[in-house]
């Protein structure tokens, strides 16, 4: 069975840094794009970072991608997103999620978390001022 399961997270002030992990079972991550979504309280689902762990090619959302790293440990099957300088608006329940197709396609898609198929359960990063 697939599964992706998210952790790592925690309650830290702002400025600090989070590293969380997706470890996952049951697909190779050959043709497969990874995602980090977060969802705030309040908001909806958005996603902050991507990549295809067979090439490395990652993409990320505009407002985080100084402070966001995505990155992947293939041998391990799993995959990162390193957090720096947090921020109160980052708070928020953080999903990993798997999709079979290119990385190109989420670049073209206006609403990137539908395209993705399996979602692990989440981890809970609170940010306080």
């Known amino acids: 069975d697939v599964q992706l399961q998210a952790s790592g997270g925690g309650s830290v002030h702002a400025g600090g840094s989070l590293r969380l992990s997706c470890a996952t079972s049951?697909?190779?991550?050959?043709?497969?794009?990874i995602g980090w979504f977060r969802r705030a309280p309040g908001k909806g689902r958005e996603g902050v970072a991507y990549?295809?762990?067979?090439?490395?090619?990652?993409l990320y959302l505009d407002s985080v991608k100084d402070r966001f790293t995505i990155s992947s440990d293939n041998a391990k099957n799993t995959v990162w997103l390193q957090i720096h300088s947090l921020k109160p608006e980052d708070t928020a329940i953080y999903y990993c999620?798997?999709?079979?197709?290119?990385?190109?396609?989420?670049?073209?898609?206006?609403?990137?978390?539908?395209?993705?198929?399996?979602w692990g359960q989440g981890t809970l990063v609170t940010v306080s001022s």
């Open positions: 049951g697909f190779t991550f050959d043709g497969y794009t």
């Open positions: 990549i295809s762990p067979s090439d490395g090619d990652t």
């Open positions: 999620a798997n999709g079979k197709f290119p990385l190109n396609v989420v670049k073209m898609s206006p609403s990137p978390p539908g395209l993705f198929n399996f």
